[in-house]
């Protein structure tokens, strides 16, 4: 399995923004299909945002035009973008690594609170 640290999380006004960072320990992150998830209080844990190693990315229609995943295979690091931060925002927020044998990993998480 792979290791990975969050990072970027924080409190943020509302309309402000923030942006997390992954970093991956091992060689062959570029090998690996990324995403980011979030877990508000009391709710289930959702994806957010994904990317597969060849760059093609997808987003959870709430955070549409709002959050934007990259990845930079020389750092082995994720990222993700968040712009328009709203309170229903605020979560605890996740990286995830799936191996080409479909393997999973998680982050400890970084939380992000949305408040004015």
């Known amino acids: 399995q792979v290791q990975l640290v969050e990072s970027g999380g924080g409190l943020v006004q509302p309309g402000g923004s923030l942006r997390l960072s992954c970093a991956a320990s091992?060689?062959?992150?570029?090998?690996?299909?990324m995403g980011w998830y979030r877990q508000a209080p009391g709710k289930q844990r959702d994806m957010v945002a994904s990317i597969t190693s060849g760059g093609r990315t997808k987003y959870a229609d709430s955070v549409k035009g709002r959050f934007t995943i990259s990845r930079d295979n020389a750092k082995n690091t994720v990222y993700l973008q968040m712009n328009s931060l709203k309170p229903e925002d605020t979560a605890v927020y996740y990286c995830?690594?799936?191996?080409?044998?479909?393997?999973?990993?998680w982050g400890q998480g970084t939380e992000v609170t949305v408040s004015s």
């Open positions: 995830n690594a799936v191996s080409q044998s479909f393997a999973w990993s």
């Open positions: 091992g060689s062959i992150f570029r090998f690996y299909n």
